[in-house]
């Protein structure tokens, strides 16, 4: 069955009038408004209480919809697109318009390699010890960049804990006749996580592991291409914790990642029609240091450091042979320190500094693809300085300044600055205004300058632009909220978004004649001056232990400052409504997702659009015991899927209907 677009609008708006309305059945705090978070202003504060706004997915959201990685986790963040990196089985996150490139993806607050061209693919980060991710858009925050011009995505991981416990989750399931094995029973897809951890109050340490594997998705599975790539994920972490007392706190961990993948696809080259496919091996190492000092004292000191190594290599291959052995290291390092301190009874003063450094190599068949240089590497230096002023008790102000010194591209001085008023607070209703104004800057990174994004199976090449300038922006947030009992509410953000230089791909027509094998090569230009504006709502409630309901809904509009043209791959309305509730037997509950997204435009100047579409996830949760629970679940119940056969014009879910069951089995909690 298919929901029609009006049957969610309308779901929506019944959602709100239900807000504005209930009478609730208790005074009981919300969980969600009392997470706490950090990203926005790195120190804890209550979601409801935040001056920088902030989404949080939390680790009951992660279970109970039974996310495997980054990718599903975030799948219900309204607002969020996850967009399919092509020719890869990955995904990428943009936000409020602003592509992935333009967006940070950070682990406990640090960096992390982009796994393809300037993107960090997010399908290839397992779920293991999360604790829950921070969404902030925008450029208002000075904590972990100016790069950001989108928004930040911080995925914050739980430390060991003390005693012994473990945890073991595995599930399994099928396409149906999409399978490529032909088979409908066959499980083509399946995940499998383990955690073990230990130790005492000052010291505790943990292992953990995640294998996912998929063999892909075939419409037609006689034939050679294949739409769905299969792929094995491997991740194992080891994280140890040292508190010699209460004021101090060490941790050390090195985590590894591999994915091996394989894509088949046909080149028509008339009168033939040529087989060809294409293996990627990526191996991710990274190793992690940090500090937190001062935890019950006025002064609060932290410092973390960071190194990690991506490999990525792919190998083409036809009947006759292999070609194109492509080999590609990054290497990213990061130390960063930061001190914190209330000044007086009504500032709290916070600074730090940030020291990177990037390398990447690059060969084809064993030679150098970066020209003189066999290595290119660059640095960088930052400092930042935020005060957190509350004038009044209705009146928070954050100001803040990020100074950034590049080794290619000189100094850079870019200012933020966030607010919150209370309207009205009691123990019952809080209403509040909230807004922000920050200055991004990136600079071309080392892929967009020097590396060759080769997809050439697809028909097209992405060569680096040494000769790259920086983009420049300014963000616009401004909206507010009502919480009624902390368990129902409401909030409305309006975002505007203007982004100057922005780094963008296009037709390279003499390296294109070079080549003469029909393969079109493009390279990176700073092309174009761009806005993005729209505006969010968010609403939620709990009316008990057992029952959610959230919803959301988010206007995207865009524009090409030069040609006027609105930009591609932007869809304007996007919808989410989120559902949770018991069933009659004991520990045994459902939960269902429904997500809208709007037609956009495939090329703007041409007027191509890939159609909309709307899906629907139903999960099944039977918590037996402290020790056992079931799950069951189907994803995309709606079964939309694009069209194979006009795929360069349909962004549809590539996979349809997915079913699958599993279990977790836990000790020592």
């Known amino acids: ?46 979601l409801l209480d935040t001056p920088v706004r902030t989404e949080v997915v939390t680790a009951e959201e992660i279970e109970k919809t039974h996310a495997r990685n980054l990718k599903e986790a975030l799948e219900n963040v309204p607002g969020l697109q996850l967009r399919e990196i092509h020719g890869k089985p990955g995904y990428e996150v943009w936000l409020q318009g602003v592509e992935s490139d333009r967006v940070l993806v950070l682990i406990d607050g640090l960096p992390m ?195 990690e190594i991506l490999n990525d290599d792919t190998l083409k291959y036809t009947g006759s042979g292999v070609f194109d052995d492509r080999r590609a290291e990054s290497t990213l390092s990061r130390f960063s320190a930061h001190l914190g301190k209330p000044v007086g009874l009504s500032h709290h003063l916070q600074g730090g500094v940030d020291f990177n450094r990037e390398t990447l190599d690059q060969t084809k068949d064993g030679a150098s693809e970066l020209g003189a240089e066999p290595r290119r590497q660059r640095e960088s230096q930052e400092a930042w300085v935020q005060d957190t002023w509350m004038p009044n008790e209705h009146l928070e102000l954050v100001p803040g300044v990020r100074f950034q010194n590049d080794s290619d591209f000189g100094t850079h001085t870019a200012p933020k600055i966030n607010a919150r008023y209370d309207l009205v607070r009691t123990d019952s209703l809080t ?141 304007r309305h996007q919808a989410r409504l989120g559902l949770d509730g018991p069933l009659g037997v004991t520990g045994l509950s459902w939960s269902a997702r429904l997500k809208y997204q709007s037609e956009e435009f495939v090329d703007a100047a041409a007027g191509t659009e890939s159609p909309g579409y709307t899906t629907a996830d139903l999960k099944l949760n039977y918590q037996i015991s402290n020790q056992f629970r079931l799950f069951a679940g189907a994803d995309n119940i709606t079964d939309e899927q694009r069209d194979f056969s006009n795929a360069s014009e349909d962004f549809r879910p590539v996979a349809g209907r997915f079913l699958y069951a599993g279990l977790t089995v836990s000790f020592g909690e």
């Not at 094995?181 to 005492?200: L, M």
């Not at 790259?468 to 909220?481: C, N």
Request: with cysteine; hydrophobic share 30%.
């Open 431 to 571: 209403g509040f205004l909230r807004g922000g104004v920050g200055a991004g800057y990136r600079v071309p990174n080392l892929k967009e300058r020097y590396f060759t994004f080769d997809h050439s199976q697809l028909g097209y090449v992405v060569q680096g632009t040494p000769g790259l300038q920086p983009e420049e922006s300014i963000s616009y947030q401004f909206g507010g909220g009502l919480s009624w009992n902390r368990s129902a509410w409401l909030e409305a953000n309006a975002f505007l978004n203007d982004i100057e230089q922005l780094i963008q791909t296009s037709p390279d027509t003499e390296a294109t004649q070079a080549r003469n094998d029909g393969v079109q090569v493009f390279s990176y230009e700073n092309l174009a001056e761009a806005r993005t504006w729209g505006f969010e709502t968010t609403a939620g409630w709990e009316p008990s232990e057992h029952w959610r309901l959230t919803a959301g809904y988010t206007l995207t509009r865009t524009e090409d400052l030069a040609t006027g043209n609105e930009l591609n791959r932007r869809p």
């Open 113 to 307: 390699t982009a796994t393809t061209g300037s993107t960090v693919d997010v399908s290839q980060l397992s779920v293991l010890d999360i604790e829950r991710v921070e969404v902030v858009k925008g450029a208002v925050s000075a904590q972990y960049g100016s790069s950001g011009i989108g928004g930040v995505v911080n995925v914050i991981t739980r430390p060991p804990a003390p005693g012994l416990s473990g945890q073991f989750t595995t599930d399994a399931g099928t396409y149906g006749d999409q399978n490529p094995s032909g088979d409908e029973a066959d499980p083509a897809r399946y995940s499998a996580r383990a955690t073990v951890q230990g130790g005492s109050e000052e010291f505790a340490l943990r292992l953990s592991a995640s294998h996912q594997h998929s063999d892909g998705i075939d419409p037609e599975p006689d034939t050679w291409a294949r739409p769905g790539d299969e792929y094995d994920r491997t991740d194992l972490s080891f994280r140890t914790d040292w508190s010699p007392n209460e004021d101090h706190r060490l941790s050390a961990a090195v985590a590894r990642f591999e994915e091996e993948s394989g894509s088949r696809f046909t080149e028509q080259n008339p009168p033939f029609v040529i087989n060809q496919g294409k293996d990627e091996t990526v191996t991710r190492t990274r190793y992690t240091l940090s500090g937190d000092h001062g935890r019950n004292s006025d002064l609060r000191a932290g410092w973390s450091a960071v190194q």
């Open 1 to 46: 069955m298919h929901f029609r677009k009006s049957y969610l609008s309308l779901s929506c708006l019944s959602l709100v009038a239900m807000v504005s309305t209930a009478t609730l059945a208790d005074n009981r705090s919300a969980g969600y408004l009392n997470e706490l978070v950090v990203t926005g202003t790195r120190t804890e504060r209550q």
